[in-house]
């Protein structure tokens, strides 16, 4: 049972991620041509490759980078204790959130993630292998049994093996009573907000956000009560 487990020894996190180019014209004409093969069958008749690769550039982790990456850990105040890792250079981000797994702190730690298993765990996983790194072992799952890979969903836990089933954090949030993550922006404006906008700081405020909401929806699937942010 999810109550048994360590509450301390949880990481939550959250990514945000975005399109590679700013826009499909500065996309090379080779790698056009490859997201116009991997998408032809995802892409609706109406849609051209330009098209939707504005609007799903940034969902894979073969054309797309993490600007963001947001962790959260329960400190024993019962307070959940934030760090973000953002920036333009995803090497540099990916090798300071990499960093911390040398902590024995996080030795034997727990990722939980909303929907990780599908995107956060292997977006973060591949992105490492792309930058000519090893993904930390957390995230490392070749050869290993199910029960051994440390990895929490609670889209997974809501779940209970309806496998149709898709909710989103913003619904469970509310459906427990929940602050909501979506008071500023959503997912769907992310890539705008970082290229054309240039804020940044914004996207990391909205991203530490939903690890907030995470781990009360976490929480909550525990009966337990919320927790309070410590900055």
């Known amino acids: 049972m999810i109550k048994n487990i360590p509450i301390e020894k949880i990481l939550f996190l959250d990514i945000e991620t975005v399109p590679n180019h700013p826009t499909w014209e500065t996309v090379s004409e080779s790698e056009q041509k490859l997201w116009d093969k991997k998408t032809k069958h995802q892409r609706k008749e109406d849609f051209t490759a330009s098209e939707y690769y504005v609007e799903r550039g940034g969902i894979m982790a073969e054309f797309g980078r993490i600007i963001c990456i947001s962790v959260g850990m329960v400190e024993k105040n019962e307070t959940l204790k934030i760090k973000s890792f953002s920036g333009d250079d995803e090497l540099k981000l990916l090798q300071e959130f990499g960093e911390i797994f040398n902590s024995p702190k996080l030795r034997d730690v727990i990722l939980c993630a909303h929907n990780g298993k599908e995107f956060d765990f292997p977006w973060i996983a591949r992105r490492f292998l792309i930058n000519g790194m090893q993904p930390p072992l957390p995230f490392q799952m070749f050869g290993k049994k199910p029960w051994e890979i440390p990895h929490l969903d609670t889209m997974e836990l809501w779940k209970f093996g309806d496998y149709k089933s898709f909710v989103s954090l913003e619904l469970l949030a509310h459906l427990f009573g929940v602050p909501t993550p979506k008071d500023d ?39 337990e009560d919320i927790l309070k942010r410590f900055e």
């Not at 997912?187 to 907030?212: F, Q, T, W």
Request: charged share 30%.
């Open 185 to 223: 922006i959503d997912g769907s404006m992310v890539a705008s907000i970082y290229h054309i906008e240039k804020d940044l700081p914004r996207i990391v405020n909205y991203c530490e956000k939903d690890v907030l909401t995470l781990a009360n929806v976490f929480r909550k699937m525990r009966q």
